[in-house]
């Protein structure tokens, strides 16, 4: 990495959002979450692998006591003409009911992985479920879901870092960076 920022299959990425902010606004985050639910147990459902940073720093940041429980997302191939799908990996389907889940995320795009995920939490019973994003892209969102607890909401353009990866790399910075214009 040089003084601008890494370089990443070919692609310079420059600096976005400092170790220090991202700091900050996690305290904030987990200041609103412990007083919302305060005296419950809510579940984190941990979206990985990209959620891995944010979550570890949010969780040990909250005066509630959470249960943790990691998800993945699997891409599979369809047997249909739509292509490819993807398929959740690790939904503690019978813990769910009547539980409040905090989904935790790393970054909404569009809104398709929440949205599903919404669906699928839904018909598990939850009692509700919020969802917590570290940055959000508003101008690309598509859905519908309200974001409870939003960290940055950034520009369209493409970030690594603190959990954020371009074709799996970039994930261990502690810093968030933008792809170079
Ligand atoms: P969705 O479009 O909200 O469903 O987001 C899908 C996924 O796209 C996210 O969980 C990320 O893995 C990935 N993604 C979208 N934008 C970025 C970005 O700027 N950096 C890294 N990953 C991204």
């Given at each position: 990495?040089?003084?601008?920022?890494?370089?990443?299959?070919?692609?310079?990425?420059?600096?976005?959002?400092?170790?220090?902010?991202?700091?900050?606004?996690?305290?904030?985050?987990?200041?609103?979450?412990?007083?919302?639910?305060?005296?419950?147990?809510?579940?984190?459902?941990?979206?990985?692998?990209?959620?891995?940073?944010?979550?570890?720093?949010?969780?040990?940041?909250?005066?509630?006591?959470?249960?943790?429980?990691?998800?993945?997302y699997a891409s599979?191939?369809?047997?249909?003409?739509?292509?490819?799908?993807?398929e959740?990996i690790?939904?503690?389907?019978?813990?769910?009911?009547?539980?409040?889940?905090?989904?935790?995320?790393?970054?909404?795009?569009?809104?398709?992985?929440?949205?599903?995920?919404?669906?699928?939490?839904?018909?598990?019973?939850?009692?509700?479920?919020?969802?917590?994003?570290?940055?959000?892209?508003?101008?690309?969102?598509?859905?519908?879901?309200?974001?409870?607890?939003?960290?940055?909401?950034?520009?369209?353009?493409?970030?690594?870092?603190?959990?954020?990866?371009?074709?799996?790399?970039?994930?261990?910075?502690?810093?968030?960076?933008?792809?170079?214009?």
């Amino acid at each position: 990495m040089n003084s601008s920022g890494p370089l990443i299959h070919g692609r310079r990425f420059v600096p976005y959002i400092s170790r220090d902010r991202i700091a900050e606004k996690v305290a904030e985050l987990a200041g609103r979450i412990s007083a919302d639910y305060a005296g419950e147990r809510p579940m984190l459902l941990v979206v990985l692998n990209g959620a891995m940073p944010f979550a570890v720093a949010l969780m040990q940041q909250l005066t509630v006591d959470v249960e943790l429980c990691c998800i993945r997302y699997a891409s599979y191939v369809g047997t249909s003409s739509t292509g490819t799908g993807k398929e959740v990996i690790g939904l503690p389907e019978e813990r769910l009911k009547g539980r409040r889940v905090i989904v935790v995320e790393d970054i909404v795009d569009t809104g398709r992985t929440i949205a599903y995920l919404h669906e699928r939490l839904q018909a598990c019973g939850v009692k509700d479920s919020e969802v917590a994003a570290l940055t959000f892209k508003r101008g690309k969102y598509l859905g519908t879901l309200p974001i409870r607890y939003i960290g940055f909401e950034i520009e369209d353009a493409f970030v690594v870092g603190f959990g954020m990866d371009y074709d799996e790399y970039g994930r261990q910075y502690p810093d968030i960076y933008q792809l170079e214009e």
